[in-house]
């Protein structure tokens, strides 16, 4: 198949799926999600997705509808289905179908997946980012659906030529609207604290563990924004982009100043994916 959705235990085509009226997704965003990628018909990272997955639900108070295992097996069943090597694998759960009110109905949750393909990011492509303050509410650790704040910062980032945007809390940096931000200084690959401020990445987890593995230090705490301008490199991580790199900020050249440092850990995710799906060179 080209791609395909599920919902509520009914699959098909994803043009093809349909969604109850009522959702409380609709209405409110009321639900979480995970996502990772697929090569060779193999899931990336998928315990550490679920684990997450589970978490947010659980700080949200609702009951996903399947246990981890259950929904591991059927991600598994339906990435065999779908046609093309590469992939994306998205999942979420919604609190559940019921009449518009504020309060949690006393409804079952319903759970949704959509894969469709999509290659991995290239890690030779060099990103344009852009500053804008950080609006958002004080739950980023949770991966709920309500993501209109990144959704605007995103489009104002289009529309100046910026592939990603970075957020900032007065002059402190957390995240990009749909990615983390790190960056490399002195040799110190430094990345802010995993708290309420941001969400804590699965690709920040695995940068973090390859930089201890090929001994670069590891420095979890809150940087500037100035500190970012003045970084020799400036890396956006995410479940498809395991370590890309910016060129410029705001209209002003950035990073570039430790190509061989991020060449190395780029290399080194990049062998860690081929060969958690069976595709190592």
Partial sequence: MENLGYY???YDLIENMSIPFDDRSHYYGDGVYDATCAGNHVIFNLDEHMDRFFNSAALVGIRIPKTKEEIKAL???????????EVFVYWQ??????????????VPAK?????RPNPIGDPSKKLKLMTIEDTRFLHC??????????VMASEKGKENGCQEI???RGDVVTECAHSNLSIIKDGVFMTHPADHYILPGISRIHLIRMCKRIWVPVDETEFTVDDMMQADEIIVSSSSNFCLSACEIDGKPA????PELLKTLQD???EEYLNATGQKK
């Fill in 8 to 10: 509520d235990g009914k």
């Fill in 75 to 85: 991600l598994n069943e339906m990435v065999q289905k779908v046609d093309a090597n």
């Fill in 93 to 106: 759960v919604t609190r559940g179908v019921a009449e518009r009110s504020h309060p949690y109905p006393d």
């Fill in 111 to 115: 759970f949704w997946i959509m894969i």
């Fill in 141 to 150: 650790n949770i991966k709920t659906l309500n993501l209109l704040v990144n």
């Fill in 166 to 168: 970075v957020f900032h």
């Fill in 255 to 258: 990073g570039g100043k430790a």
């Fill in 268 to 270: 080194a995710l990049l």
